[in-house]
């Protein structure tokens, strides 16, 4: 391995309970606040506040992600979108946020297809485990591979 690329890495990203519970309870809290105003102004309109159980289930559902895998071999990263199977899709990763002990990584792939829009994945110190200085330090420093032209 040349000393320019960062040792591989392999890291199973597990769905966080705690942030789908957050982002459920915020969704709660915002549709109550606009069910709120609309009874304020429109008395009848307080049949409303029965929708709020399918906020949060929508809150709930709209913050999951299945389980995956990302993978740095040395010279890319690589995406597997399962557990069972080795990561094989090669992937850019960026950071979006970096709040120290936790992440928001945009995934995207390199080969435009179907799935062309990226994903977004939270990670956490919690989450990850040992592995976290590892995957902070990877994705700071690694040296990517430049595309082959051609």
Not at 50 to 70: D, E, I, Q, S, T
Not at 105 to 125: E, K, M, T
Request: overall charge positive.
């Amino acid at each position: 391995m040349n000393s320019r690329h960062a040792p591989a890495l392999r890291v199973d990203v597990l769905p966080q309970r705690q942030l789908q519970a957050l982002i459920a309870a915020l969704a709660v809290l915002a549709a109550a606040a606009a069910c709120m105003a609309c009874i304020a102004h429109f008395p009848w309109a307080w049949p409303s506040l029965l929708l709020l159980p399918l906020v949060a289930w929508l809150g709930w559902r709209g913050a999951g992600f299945a389980p995956c895998r990302l993978q740095w071999d040395g010279e890319c990263w690589r995406y597997a979108s399962t557990l069972e199977q080795e990561a094989t899709m090669p992937v850019q990763l960026q950071p979006v946020m970096d709040l120290g002990d936790w992440l928001l990584l945009r995934v995207r792939r390199q080969q435009l297809g179907f799935w062309s829009g990226p994903a977004y994945l939270p990670l956490s110190r919690g989450a990850i485990g040992s592995q976290w200085t590892a995957l902070r330090a990877t994705l700071y420093s690694a040296k990517l591979r430049e595309p082959s032209s051609p």
